[in-house]
């Protein structure tokens, strides 16, 4: 069987598969990441400015692994250098007390054709006492013109936070809308169900992490909305993780062209589930998350209609008279899968159009 590309990108930057290497401190270099597979590798985290890199000499000297340079520019140009000489993405996670330095290593990551990833994460006392990492998320204000910002520089950005510090929802649309490309949710104990969350509510791309140790945790994320899952500590225990991870991900995109399928709407899915919905005949979920999306029930028929120009617009034999009505390819339907028979349409071609479907209800939500 032929591969399927999955088609990714962050900003400018495109991204050959969705299994992300997150960044620890002291350990995430370009070394660490050569032997990982992953479509992207964020190194770091770096401290950029003196109080940073006080604060990460005092936390070496505590035992904890730190990327504590007096000089962080070299060292992060010469690391960017190493991994574009060997073909592979790079993202660097980066932590400051001020807006300058990141500006600075914005414009170099840029130029290197990386992404830089703002860290609004790490909860170790001594980065939280100098206003660095999670608690840049305790104000929105300050976040969210540091996002604008940084992305005058137009290098793609990803934002890395973790769940349950704020109000997640309201996090994640302030990182939106300031303009950021992507959010890295640490995911702690919301698991799947905050991704689906912020798939709903932004048009974020989201790199979902936390406890991804194999490919049914992953699966879990992806279902869920998730464009990319992070790995750390699993690519540490076993650097056999990610392969085996990448490895499944492909043959189910290689299957049915579209790796982060959602699930059904009525089996808990994101709203891209709408793709594989039905017409609205009866009282379901289905008219419970159009409203929530802002999207009326005409426009819905309208939109899914609007498809019937494509192939999915056959089956005169299925439930509704045509395939825009029709469920995901892995739920069991003899009359859907004998018009794609009849057709030789593929599953791969289905799913790619029902993908098409789901972005075009993505682009009609109302994202307040
Ligand atoms: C040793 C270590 C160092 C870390 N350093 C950073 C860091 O510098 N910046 C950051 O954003 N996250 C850091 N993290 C958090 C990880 O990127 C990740 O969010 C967390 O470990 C949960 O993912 P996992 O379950 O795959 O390990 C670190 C984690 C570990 C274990």
């Known amino acids: 069987m032929s591969q399927v590309a999955f088609q990714l990108t962050i900003g400018d930057v495109q991204i050959p598969n969705p299994l992300v290497l997150a960044s620890m401190a002291g350990l995430t270099n370009s070394s660490f990441a050569i032997s990982r597979s992953v479509g992207l590798a964020i190194l770091g985290g770096y401290n950029l400015d003196a109080p940073t890199i006080e604060a990460a000499k005092e936390l070496v000297k505590k035992g904890r692994s730190e990327f504590a340079y007096d000089e962080p520019t070299p060292v992060i140009e010469n690391e960017l250098g190493i991994m574009n000489t060997i073909n592979r993405k790079a993202g660097i996670n980066a932590r400051s007390t001020t807006l300058e330095p990141l500006i600075a290593i914005a414009e170099l990551i840029h130029q290197k054709g990386a992404i830089l990833e703002l860290n609004a994460h790490c909860r170790q006392p001594e980065m939280e006492a100098l206003g660095a990492g999670q608690c840049?998320?305790?104000?929105?204000?300050?976040?969210?013109?540091?996002?604008?910002?940084?992305?005058?520089?137009?290098?793609?950005?990803?934002?890395?936070?973790?769940?349950?510090?704020?109000?997640?929802?309201?996090?994640?649309?302030?990182?939106?809308?300031?303009?950021?490309?992507?959010?890295?949710?640490?995911?702690?104990?919301?698991?799947?169900a905050l991704v689906k969350k912020i798939r709903d509510a932004t048009a974020l791309?989201?790199?979902?992490?936390?406890?991804?140790?194999?490919?049914?945790?992953?699966?879990?994320?992806?279902?869920?909305?998730?464009?990319?899952?992070?790995?750390?500590?699993?690519?540490?225990?076993?650097?056999?993780?990610?392969?085996?991870?990448?490895?499944?991900?492909?043959?189910f995109q290689d299957a049915v062209g579209w790796y982060n399928a959602p699930k059904h709407i009525c089996a808990g899915g994101d709203l891209r589930g709408l793709a594989y919905c039905c017409m609205p005949v009866k009282e379901c979920p289905l008219r419970y998350v159009l409203k929530r999306a802002g999207i009326s029930e005409e426009e819905y028929v309208q939109i899914?209609?609007?498809?019937?120009?494509?192939?999915?617009?056959?089956?005169?034999?299925?439930?509704?008279?045509?395939?825009?009505?029709?469920?995901?390819?892995?739920?069991?339907?003899?009359?859907?899968?004998?018009?794609?028979y009849d057709l030789g349409i593929s599953d791969v071609?289905?799913?790619?159009?029902?993908?098409q479907l789901a972005e075009r209800f993505l682009s009609c939500r109302d994202l307040d």
């Open 205 to 251: 791309k989201i790199i979902a992490n936390n406890s991804i140790v194999d490919y049914g945790s992953a699966h879990k994320m992806f279902s869920m909305g998730a464009d990319y899952v992070s790995v750390a500590r699993a690519a540490v225990a076993d650097n056999t993780a990610v392969d085996e991870i990448l490895t499944e991900v492909q043959s």
């Open 136 to 192: 840049l998320t305790r104000d929105l204000n300050k976040l969210s013109e540091w996002i604008r910002e940084i992305k005058q520089t137009d290098v793609p950005l990803s934002v890395k936070v973790r769940a349950g510090v704020v109000a997640d929802i309201e996090l994640a649309k302030v990182i939106d809308k300031a303009g950021a490309d992507a959010i890295h949710v640490d995911t702690m104990d919301s698991g799947p």
């Open 349 to 355: 071609e289905y799913m790619q159009l029902k993908k």
């Open 304 to 340: 899914k209609e609007s498809f019937n120009n494509t192939k999915l617009g056959a089956g005169p034999g299925t439930c509704f008279g045509s395939m825009v009505w029709c469920c995901k390819i892995t739920r069991p339907c003899p009359w859907r899968d004998s018009t794609l």
